[in-house]
């Protein structure tokens, strides 16, 4: 079954072209507007997204090699997200289904995340955990089979990747937080700066709010000349942080599930810090640790089609009432 993925949750204008076994096509559209900003500006993003997503769409499908009448089904990102740029790929969505005479699908962000493990390791299967951090979302989800989520543990405040995003604004680093920190902690020491860790030994949810008033508060008490000197030793004492928890929390609960296999999925899974960690950490207890190949842990429409791609092909499909859900649970 040939299915048009179409991705609009935030400011990524992305299209796909995915037939169950082979991706063909994955294009996707970096709004770079938003750098000015210090971050995503929801009504530049939803305009962008109007004059992106059709070319976007028709550059999926060139380099597909694939016709429109070629098409049976579309998967599009139904949230959660913002509202203004998740409208935009529904309509147009709903608008080809329409016209074409084929079935649409909206499709949970959260899972097609969880869906690029599969992109890159057809052979995963369920049970295993999956930690989801990204931008906007971090969870740790027990994946009991493919559509059957249990989520173990969420965070409270910022999400991991706001929290860099965040810190990268706050020390003059620009936008997004996430390669730069991790570029320039490499030259720093990741233990010359103590900041908290929110673990908390009965719970599996996150915080990382306290981390960036913490973060905040040591720059205020240097110097400009301190702090310039500094900041590869606090981008790399940060990094620290927020790895330490994710890591621990992550093998916590493939320990208390007893599951072997751990899966990183969305844009901080790119994070190499995080990945050696976890996988050194994992390999002595026998937990094997996998992640996307790096263009699908961002966000992408690949990851929306072959999770569309499963249920299109089990013969379900979304009403024309289908509406654009921000704060849409996995």
Known sequence: MMVLGIETSCDDTGAAVFDGKKLHSNVVSTQLVHRDFGGIVPELASRSHIRLILPVIEQALKEAGVERMNLE??????????????????????????????PFIGVNHLEAHIWALRLSHPDIEPPFITLVASGGHTQLVRVLGWGRYEVLGRTRDDAAGEAYDK????????????????????????????????????????????????????????????LSAGLADITASFQAAVVDVLVRKTISAAVQCRLRCIGLAGGVAMNGVLRSRMTAEAGPLGIGVLWPDPPLCSDNAAMVACAGHHYLSSGLNSPWSLAPDPSLNL
């Open 167 to 226: 810190v990268g604004k706050l020390l003059g680093l620009g936008f997004p937080g996430g390669p730069v920190i991790e570029k320039m902690a490499a030259k720093g020491n990741p233990k010359a700066v103590p900041f908290p860790r929110a673990l908390g030994s009965d719970t599996l949810d996150f915080s990382f709010s306290g981390l960036k008033t913490a973060v905040l508060n040591h720059t205020l008490s240097l110097s400009p000349e301190g």
């Open 73 to 102: 089904g579309i998967a599009v990102t139904a949230g959660p997200g913002l509202a203004g740029s998740l409208l935009v790929g529904l309509c147009v969505a709903k608008g080809m289904s329409l016209s074409m005479g084929i």
